[in-house]
């Protein structure tokens, strides 16, 4: 089955302690993204990779981190989180960006809440 | 700058046409729609990549004016399994990056 994968679902932790959000898409695709979504602001690109190894910022990527060693992975690393980064996040992957975009397949979401 | 959408939220009763209206500031080469139920995912509808195209998925059509820069999504007959928020979104493609944007979203309540 054709999907984006995302790990956790759910998580509570405190501020400034590190930690990362996995993304994998099974669909080949060269496109990655990753989205916040807050209330009253919809939703947000933090980043973007075009292909492996390329990776750009979005709208809103003071905070984050992020890396494309493989086509399939892209994890969104906070390393120091803070309480103004608790959000709903996505990530999305369409088989390419620009364009010649077609469709961005999301994950379930990431819920993360920061003490 | 997002694209913005209008109205903001709308209710609806089963059966009644709904338009949701989507005007971006930059130019557009093209428009995706997508829906998002409460708690889910945002689900792709369809995308729209020529001026004056209109395009349908069920009864839900969309059409796009490059012109205008707008893009309007029409809903006809609701059905309750139309309720949740409509997004548009479009490649930055004025920033000379590879940028997604979406707009500002529409938040839709069918009752019935």
């Known amino acids: 089955e054709a999907q984006v994968t995302q790990n956790p679902r759910y998580l509570i932790t405190v501020t400034g302690k590190k930690l990362t959000v996995t993304c994998s898409q099974n669909m080949n695709h060269e496109y990655m993204s990753w989205y916040r979504q807050d209330p009253g602001l919809g939703l947000r690109q933090i980043y973007y990779?075009?292909?492996?190894?390329?990776?750009d910022k979005g709208d809103v990527p003071e905070g984050y981190k992020v890396s494309r060693k493989e086509k399939r992975n892209f994890p969104l690393i906070l390393e120091s989180p803070s309480p103004n980064q608790t959000s709903l996040y996505f990530c999305?992957?369409?088989?390419?960006?620009?364009?010649?975009?077609?469709?961005?397949?999301f994950g379930p979401g990431t819920r993360l809440t920061v003490l | 700058q997002q694209p913005v959408q209008s109205p903001q939220a709308v209710i609806l009763r089963e059966g009644e046409d709904a338009v949701i209206n989507c005007s971006s500031s930059k130019a557009l080469y093209s428009v995706h729609w997508y829906r998002q139920k409460h708690g889910e995912a945002p689900v792709f509808l369809m995308i729209l990549l020529k001026g004056g195209e209109q395009k349908g998925h069920d009864k839900i059509s969309a059409s796009f004016n490059e012109k205008k820069q707008q893009s309007s999504l029409y809903l006809t007959a609701s059905q309750l399994s139309y309720s949740g928020t409509y997004f548009c979104?479009?490649?930055?493609?004025?920033?000379?990056?590879?940028?997604?944007?979406f707009g500002t979203g529409t938040r839709l309540k069918v009752l019935a």
């Open positions: 990779s075009m292909n492996v190894e390329v990776t």
């Open positions: 979104g479009t490649d930055d493609t004025t920033s000379g990056t590879y940028k997604y944007i």
């Open positions: 999305a992957s369409s088989a390419r960006g620009g364009v010649l975009r077609n469709e961005q397949f």
